[in-house]
């Protein structure tokens, strides 16, 4: 008997983890790349946050670029002639053992080129 009440927590543990990625968004969808480039910066990080960086893959396939010294992912951005920066919020004491594709989004740019 408490073998079976182990076992059920640890399997409620495994789903929270296995869900937590995007838990703030659940019912919602990553905008579309269209869509976020006609955001602000601000708007779009709103319209981003809760999302992890396998939500933003999933939903805009392979970044274009990344960023060099911070991690993030650079999208070509047609409509604007420029590109969407997403930056990943690392923690300060990120370990090798890390999912960083599990990382929330903390920040997003909307450089046009002129």
Partial sequence: MKGCVYLFL?????????TACGS???????????EIEG???DEA????SGFCR???LDAWGK?????????????DA??????????YDIPATTSTDT???????????????S
């Fill in 24 to 34: 703030g968004k659940a019912e919602q969808e990553v905008p579309s790349l269209t």
């Fill in 54 to 56: 396998q939500d933003i």
């Fill in 99 to 113: 999912d960083l594709n599990a990382l929330p989004v903390s920040w997003v740019s909307l450089p046009a080129v």
């Fill in 78 to 87: 047609p409509t604007l002639g420029g590109w969407v920066i997403v930056q």
């Fill in 39 to 41: 955001m602000t910066n």
């Fill in 10 to 18: 640890l399997s409620i543990l495994l789903v929270a983890g296995l």
């Fill in 63 to 75: 970044p274009g670029g990344g960023l060099s010294g911070l991690f993030g992912d650079i999208y």
């Fill in 45 to 48: 990080a709103e319209a981003l």
